[in-house]
């Protein structure tokens, strides 16, 4: 079978044909959930289009968390919440290089990019109109103006607006669930949920795979039990090739993560009808790009040193070996340098912001990836709530400076939300949170049995052809990882790498035979 991640999604196409105009595809879409905000727009998750016979009008909510994805090639515009199914309506498949160079080392693209030229993401707040052949579209980022408030002042705001928030996102139905691990954003969802006297009908937990702590596994059902509410642990998937099989496609060859939650949407499908997602909780804490010299280096405007620093610590994959594992015709194209220049030209964007740090995460790593789960990946789930982008509660969290959440501008200070959660829930103030110096789990075994398994897949596909990826390179490693163990061990890296560029190629060339499943 071909992995899940296009099969279903609809795609609506036109052509215009001189003074024709020819369609196929559900002319009416809508996907999420609508709530009404206090400034007069619609508050919620959603993506739409509605086609009336003269007029296409494509609509993305204020995040556009919701994938959303189109491709205009000349008399031809195609929308679908599937970026595979706007490859199978036709839209060209050249690769945007410098996205591609950027999303190999982050693991997450910039922007409205995709892996390619022509097809891009309908922006955030975002209208596309195609009317009588001319195309139009607006929509961008949503600036705010900076506050100051004391830390106190800004805890007790948070907690009021978190409160607020959810009280306007009200179950739909009883068959309610929560994913719960030992964080914050889940906690502090259920706790008010409980609060409220709207309990969900159980909780649930997936395991993440190693090397990971334990901690969530630890700490949920603790959680649950004190709450009185039923907790259901998930067995992970003995190997996770097959779930990063599907993860790349569910997610529009648009994550590296997320192939752990893969149990967890099979598990809900069908069972939950209405789901609270912590998406946008980051908002409430530092993130992996803060530090001093961030800040310093956004004020000085010297965006590409900041786009260098950044990628040279976060970079997913070891330079050297990224440029073998890539054939020999795209490696200057997908050149480190390249990704420095789109990196620092989105960073550019997002100057002028009250904490623009916080700004480029939210609008890129949490627009791009993290949102691919509550509003991809689940799908099936009829309305997934994400309480943390109320349109008011967002503004706020957006308009306070980092030393606000961080005094001492550190990553790793979580104390704002867990502040904020012990304030407004103080008898449950004995929970802990997850230890994240807890000791982490020997990730060999899994590893090693991932890269048997992306060998065994990849090894008869060879003949495929693909553009990116080196099979001279790349298919004697894998061989060898077959039958030497500690080489297995030691190459981690290489078949998911293997496994995306393959798939992506595939795609690519049309060629979805080549993603069957053994």
Same mark, same amino acid.
């Given at each position: 079978?071909?992995?899940?991640?296009?099969?279903?999604?609809?795609? $609506?196409?036109?052509?215009?044909?001189?003074?024709?105009?020819?369609?196929?595809? #559900?002319?009416?879409?809508?996907?999420?959930?609508?709530? /009404? /905000?206090?400034?007069? !727009?619609?508050?919620?998750?959603?993506?739409?289009?509605?086609?009336?016979?003269?007029?296409?009008?494509?609509?993305?909510?204020?995040?556009?968390?919701? #994938?959303?994805?189109?491709?205009?090639?000349?008399?031809?515009?195609?929308?679908?919440?599937?970026?595979?199914?706007?490859?199978?309506?036709?839209?060209?498949? &050249?690769?945007? &290089?410098?996205?591609?160079?950027?999303?190999?080392? *982050?693991? $997450?693209?910039?922007?409205?990019?995709?892996?390619?030229?022509?097809?891009?993401?309908?922006?955030?707040?975002?209208?596309?109109?195609?009317?009588?052949?001319?195309?139009?579209?607006?929509?961008?980022?949503?600036?705010?103006?900076?506050?100051?408030?004391?830390?106190? /002042?800004?805890?007790?705001?948070?907690?009021?607006?978190?409160?607020?928030?959810?009280?306007?996102?009200?179950?739909?139905?009883?068959?309610?669930?929560?994913?719960?691990?030992?964080?914050?954003?889940?906690?502090?969802?259920? @706790?008010?949920?409980?609060?409220?006297?709207?309990?969900?009908?159980?909780?649930?937990?997936?395991?993440?795979?190693?090397?990971?702590?334990?901690?969530?596994?630890?700490? /949920?059902?603790?959680?649950?039990?004190?709450?009185?509410?039923?907790?259901?642990?998930?067995?992970?998937?003995?190997?996770? @090739?097959? #779930? &990063?099989?599907?993860?790349?496609?569910?997610?529009?060859?648009?994550?590296?993560?997320?192939?752990?939650?893969?149990?967890?949407?099979?598990?809900?499908?069908?069972?939950?009808?209405?789901?609270?997602?912590?998406?946008?909780?980051?908002?409430?804490?530092?993130?992996?790009?803060?530090?001093?010299?961030? %800040?310093? %280096? @956004?004020?000085?405007?010297?965006?590409?040193?900041?786009?260098?620093? *950044? *990628?040279?610590?976060?970079?997913?994959?070891?330079?050297?070996?990224?440029?073998?594992?890539?054939?020999?015709?795209?490696? !200057?194209?997908?050149?480190?340098?390249?990704?420095?220049?789109? $990196? !620092?030209?989105?960073?550019?964007?997002?100057?002028?912001?009250?904490?623009?740090?916080?700004?480029?995460?939210?609008?890129?790593?949490?627009?791009?990836?993290?949102?691919?789960?509550?509003?991809?990946?689940?799908?099936?789930?009829?309305?997934?709530?994400?309480?943390?982008?109320?349109?008011?509660?967002?503004?706020?969290?957006?308009?306070?400076?980092?030393?606000?959440?961080? #005094?001492?501008?550190?990553?790793?200070?979580?104390?704002?939300?867990?502040?904020?959660?012990?304030?407004?829930?103080?008898?449950?103030?004995?929970?802990?949170?997850?230890?994240?110096?807890?000791?982490?789990?020997?990730?060999?075994?899994?590893?090693?049995?991932?890269?048997?398994?992306?060998?065994?897949?990849? *090894?008869?596909?060879?003949? $495929?052809?693909?553009? %990116?990826?080196?099979?001279?390179?790349?298919?004697?490693?894998?061989?060898?990882?077959?039958?030497?163990?500690?080489?297995?061990?030691?190459?981690?890296?290489?078949?998911? %790498? !293997?496994?995306?560029?393959?798939?992506?190629?595939?795609?690519?060339?049309?060629?979805?035979?080549?993603?069957?499943?053994?």
């Amino acid at each position: 079978m071909i992995p899940a991640g296009s099969g279903d999604e609809p795609c $609506f196409t036109l052509t215009r044909h001189g003074s024709a105009v020819e369609v196929s595809g #559900p002319v009416h879409f809508f996907r999420g959930h609508r709530i /009404a /905000a206090a400034d007069g !727009a619609p508050d919620g998750i959603f993506a739409e289009w509605s086609w009336d016979g003269r007029r296409l009008i494509v609509r993305s909510d204020r995040y556009g968390a919701s #994938p959303l994805f189109y491709a205009h090639d000349g008399d031809r515009l195609s929308v679908s919440p599937s970026l595979v199914k706007l490859v199978d309506a036709g839209a060209p498949t &050249e690769f945007d &290089e410098a996205a591609l160079a950027v999303f190999l080392r *982050l693991g $997450f693209f910039l922007g409205d990019d995709t892996p390619f030229q022509s097809i891009r993401t309908v922006p955030p707040n975002g209208t596309l109109t195609w009317d009588d052949g001319a195309v139009s579209l607006s929509g961008g980022y949503r600036f705010v103006p900076p506050q100051r408030l004391s830390r106190d /002042a800004a805890i007790d705001g948070f907690i009021d607006l978190f409160r607020e928030a959810m009280r306007r996102r009200p179950p739909v139905e009883d068959d309610v669930v929560v994913p719960l691990s030992g964080g914050r954003d889940s906690r502090h969802i259920l @706790f008010e949920l409980c609060e409220s006297g709207r309990p969900p009908r159980y909780t649930v937990t997936i395991p993440r795979y190693p090397p990971r702590a334990s901690e969530d596994e630890r700490i /949920a059902p603790m959680i649950a039990r004190e709450l009185g509410v039923p907790h259901v642990l998930l067995a992970q998937a003995e190997s996770k @090739f097959l #779930p &990063e099989l599907r993860k790349n496609l569910d997610t529009h060859l648009c994550a590296d993560e997320h192939a752990w939650y893969v149990r967890m949407v099979d598990e809900l499908a069908g069972k939950a009808r209405t789901l609270y997602d912590g998406l946008g909780g980051a908002l409430s804490v530092p993130n992996r790009f803060l530090s001093r010299e961030a %800040l310093a %280096l @956004f004020d000085a405007r010297r965006m590409r040193e900041l786009a260098t620093r *950044l *990628l040279q610590s976060l970079s997913r994959s070891n330079e050297r070996f990224l440029m073998r594992v890539i054939r020999e015709p795209f490696r !200057a194209a997908l050149s480190f340098d390249r990704a420095v220049g789109r $990196f !620092a030209d989105e960073l550019e964007r997002h100057r002028a912001a009250p904490d623009p740090i916080k700004s480029f995460n939210f609008w890129n790593r949490i627009r791009r990836e993290l949102a691919l789960v509550p509003y991809g990946m689940m799908r099936a789930v009829p309305t997934v709530y994400s309480p943390y982008l109320d349109h008011d509660l967002y503004d706020f969290l957006s308009s306070l400076p980092p030393q606000i959440m961080s #005094p001492s501008l550190s990553a790793s200070d979580k104390s704002f939300h867990s502040e904020a959660v012990l304030r407004g829930y103080p008898r449950f103030a004995h929970i802990p949170f997850e230890d994240k110096a807890a000791a982490t789990r020997d990730p060999r075994t899994v590893d090693a049995q991932f890269g048997i398994d992306a060998a065994r897949y990849l *090894l008869p596909r060879v003949g $495929f052809g693909g553009r %990116l990826l080196n099979a001279r390179y790349v298919m004697p490693r894998l061989a060898y990882g077959l039958a030497r163990r500690r080489y297995r061990e030691a190459a981690t890296w290489l078949p998911a %790498l !293997a496994l995306y560029l393959f798939q992506l190629d595939a795609v690519a060339r049309r060629h979805h035979a080549a993603l069957r499943a053994a």
